[in-house]
């Protein structure tokens, strides 16, 4: 065996494929008469270790405990099942308040920190608060009427919601920014490519789990407008809430999937 920075290459069982230094994108390994070497620049996508068929690369400063061998079995998807999948996830806006069992809620961690980042940095911190989101509730419509003054002062083109939003709370205790759901999930990072993709991986793998979820645009607008809310969340000023998304068990059974506009689609 041969520590290598962030590689360790198992000599006894590398049989020269090339494989991964062809794979490699950022050409940090190279095949010489004495095997296989690296040379630096490493972007830790961790491709060598998945192309290699052998397994002779561990990348030790990465979670290796995660890494799946490949089986035909219980990782290939029916195309047509995968499109019915993705055209049958509804938004979610009646909730039923069960808690989500804690395995339910990793997997679908799992499933966000799984999804590509850009120059593979996975700087993205994912939140969820279900135990804790009572209390960030309650701090949330305490401190709406000031967030709707800032919005005003700021001439917000989404104060006549909040406004609304506020007044069914008061008047009808609908609860038009969460929707009854018993978890949120936050995504932070400054890069928004990044958490869209991270959260429609999320997304998915919730509704494979039958938790259903939606996408809080007004949400997303709210917290980082409340000091408080950001404390409680324990993020900085200057940390950036890309996404926001409630998730829970849908109060709604839908029986078919719903319609689109017409495609725009060009293939040239
Ligand atoms: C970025 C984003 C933000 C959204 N914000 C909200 C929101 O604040 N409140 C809401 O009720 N729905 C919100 N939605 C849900 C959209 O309205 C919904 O995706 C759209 O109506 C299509 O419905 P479907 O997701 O069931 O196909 C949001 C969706 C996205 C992608």
New binding site residues.
């Given amino acids: 065996m041969e520590n290598i920075e962030r590689l360790i290459i198992n000599r006894d069982t590398c049989v020269g494929c090339s494989l991964c230094v062809n794979d490699c994108p950022s050409k940090a390994l190279r095949m010489t008469d004495d095997g296989l070497e690296y040379i630096g620049r490493c972007l830790e996508c961790g491709h060598c270790v998945a192309v290699c068929p052998t397994n002779s690369i561990t990348m030790p400063v990465l979670d290796m405990d995660g890494v799946v061998e490949y089986n035909p079995a219980t990782f290939d998807l029916k195309p047509e099942a995968l499109l019915n999948t993705m055209k049958f996830?509804?938004?979610i806006?009646f909730f039923s308040n069960v808690e989500i069992p804690e395995p339910v809620l990793m997997q679908m961690l799992e499933a966000g920190r799984h999804a590509p980042t850009a120059s593979n940095t996975q700087k993205s911190r994912f939140i969820v608060l279900q135990k804790d989101l009572p209390r960030f509730k309650e701090l949330f419509w305490e401190g709406l009427p000031a967030t709707i003054e800032k919005m005003k002062a700021e001439g917000s083109p989404a104060l006549a919601a909040f406004e609304r939003f506020l007044h069914n709370y008061n008047t009808k205790n609908f609860d038009n920014f969460f929707f009854n759901a018993p978890a949120m999930f936050l995504i932070v990072t400054d890069n928004l490519w990044d958490a869209g993709l991270a959260s429609a991986n999320i997304e998915l793998m919730g509704h494979a789990l039958k938790i259903g979820s939606?996408?809080?645009?007004?949400?997303k607008r709210a917290i980082p407008a409340n000091p408080k809310l950001m404390e409680f969340l324990g993020l900085g000023e200057n940390e950036t809430i890309s996404v926001v998304m409630l998730a829970g068990r849908s109060g709604v059974t839908y029986s078919r999937t719903?319609p689109r506009k017409p495609a725009k689609f060009e293939i040239r």
């Fill in positions: 996830r509804r938004s806006r939606l996408h809080n645009g007004f949400l719903a």
